[in-house]
């Protein structure tokens, strides 16, 4: 049971370039989310997906796409690259159920626009 | 909307000293509260959570009370150890549908031997 994987670890990308970072749950949740952390600010969500086939925008979606591939893995695509999307991105995933049910972190993926 | 007002840092302590770490919150209804701990180059690990006023969330020496009276939601540690060094945020959720997450800006600890 591996949890919330996330790829690459790290990532440079020039401005204007394209990528996406991908992310997989073998824990069978419904809803899964994407945040951006920088520093003094904790994270922000950029999109959620609270099951599969939906997506929704966050706080700071501008810049950002996602795909729900199916029920496991959740996908965030920057089309063109700028400097202020320089961060560290985690992925989380929640289990159904009510609010008490927490989010499942990833390890993140810390990237740099130059 | 919702938001969270955490105790801004760095904090820093010795072993064994008392840890407090404030966080106030804004929302609608009833939202769940949470820490979470994030280790240097990890991901965030939940340290514990509240769901209804006056429940007291525990875990590895970490103790915070749901006051809704206060809205807040302090962090306490009564001896902190060298391992305990991270950066914590406090967090509520809500019970929207997709219960999503909304963070405080993070207190980075640092507990020196």
């Known amino acids: 049971n591996a949890g919330v994987t996330q790829t690459p670890k790290f990532q440079v990308l020039k401005t204007g370039q394209s990528m996406t970072l991908q992310c997989a749950q073998d824990?069978?949740?419904?809803?899964m989310y994407w945040y951006r952390q920088d520093p003094g600010m904790g994270l922000r969500l950029i999109y959620y997906s609270a099951s599969e086939g939906t997506t929704d925008k966050g706080e700071v979606p501008n810049g950002y796409n996602v795909s729900r591939l199916n029920k496991r893995e959740f996908s965030l695509r920057l089309e063109s690259a700028a400097p202020s999307q320089t961060s560290v991105y985690f992925c989380?995933?929640?289990?159904?159920?009510?609010?008490?049910?927490?989010?499942?972190f990833g390890p993140g993926t810390r990237l740099t626009v130059l | 909307g919702n938001s969270v007002t955490q105790m801004e840092g760095p904090v820093t302590l010795s072993e064994e000293a008392f840890l407090t770490i404030n966080c106030t919150y804004t929302?609608?209804?009833?939202?769940?509260l949470f820490w979470y701990v994030q280790y240097p180059g990890e991901g965030l690990q939940l340290l514990l959570k509240?769901?209804?006023?006056?429940d007291k969330g525990s875990n590895k020496g970490f103790e915070a009370t749901y006051r809704k009276e206060t809205t807040s939601f302090h962090l306490e540690k009564g001896s902190v150890q060298v391992s305990d060094s991270a950066v914590y945020f406090c967090a509520l959720s809500d019970r929207g549908s997709a219960r999503q997450l909304t963070f405080g800006s993070g207190t980075q600890l640092t507990v020196l031997p």
């Open positions: 989380a995933s929640r289990p159904p159920g009510g609010g008490a049910n927490e989010q499942f």
């Open positions: 824990m069978n949740h419904n809803s």
């Open positions: 929302a609608t209804g009833y939202p769940s």
């Open positions: 509240a769901t209804k006023a006056d």
